[in-house]
């Protein structure tokens, strides 16, 4: 693999050494960031400039720098990629809108170089977020869209062009094994952070002023885990079908066991935050398919590696 550091600015284009390289993301939780030592002290450096790494004449980062640090040795450089200017907060207003359009709004407002945005066709009829930030707002619009009913999107950095992906563009068709790619996997399971079996929703009645209630449960998983209620409220306008159509996603996301792995692994570049990847561990009973969550991939004169947090295909939410 032949890898190239880029910086732009000022008018300027400039190759440099570099030491080590670190890129880390986690999905639909902020900036991914590269984080460089290159021993280089004679190229002109400043905050704001782009920085691009490519392997074999591919973009696989591209940002901008945040900090740099200096020393007699060489310099630390921080890049963050096109998500970290969707951190600020802000105050948005829709009626009848989808999730792609909000992403076409916000990054054509704020200039943002968007390479494409995939939904379900799901619209939402009324979209509100009072200082929020940009990413926030993003990601509660896929989590409104999946919860009526769209499947599963993603909002990523894509060496420089933001994407709003679904699902199905998402599989890299890579499978990691004990035999291939694999050093390490520790398994979690959890029912305490995101698990719920009951799914209530409350609609205050526009005539009585009285709330009603709607739920749906699953007595199977009530009688394993007992009762995890995920209670939320609804429009005055929303209609007994779409509360329906509510209850049976809400319940279908969030009624599962979260399982996580850890994984240690010889670098790979599909394998990045918000991609799907095969993960076969028979030993371990592990044989399915796994969004991952988080990654950091790592370059050095050594070799490359990578650290994966992953989480089943199945899981609901953001």
Sequence with gaps: MQLKLTAVGDGRTAQLPFGSVVIRAKRMAGAGVMEVFTPDTTVSLR???QLTLSADGNDIFSGYIFTLESSR???????ADGIRYLLCRDTKVY??????AIV????????????GAED?????????ADRQTLLDIISTACTESEKMGGGKLTFLDDAGQLRLMKEESLDTGLVLTGENLLSSCIVSADIGTDTYNRIQLVRKNRRSGQ???????DAASIARWGVLQYSESVL???TDSEINQRLTALLAQKNRELVRLQLDAAGNLLCRAGFLIRVSLPEMNIDGKFRILESEHRFTTGGYTMKLVASEQSEGGV
């Design 47 to 49: 905050c704001g400039m």
């Design 73 to 79: 040795f060489g310099r630390r450089m921080v890049a």
């Design 95 to 100: 009626t009848n809108i989808s999730a792609s």
């Design 104 to 115: 076409r709004d916000i990054c054509g407002e704020r200039g943002l170089t968007l390479g």
């Design 120 to 128: 379900y066709g799901i619209i939402l009829p009324s979209f509100v």
């Design 211 to 217: 709330r009603e209630f709607f739920v749906q449960e």
């Design 236 to 238: 005055q306008n929303t």
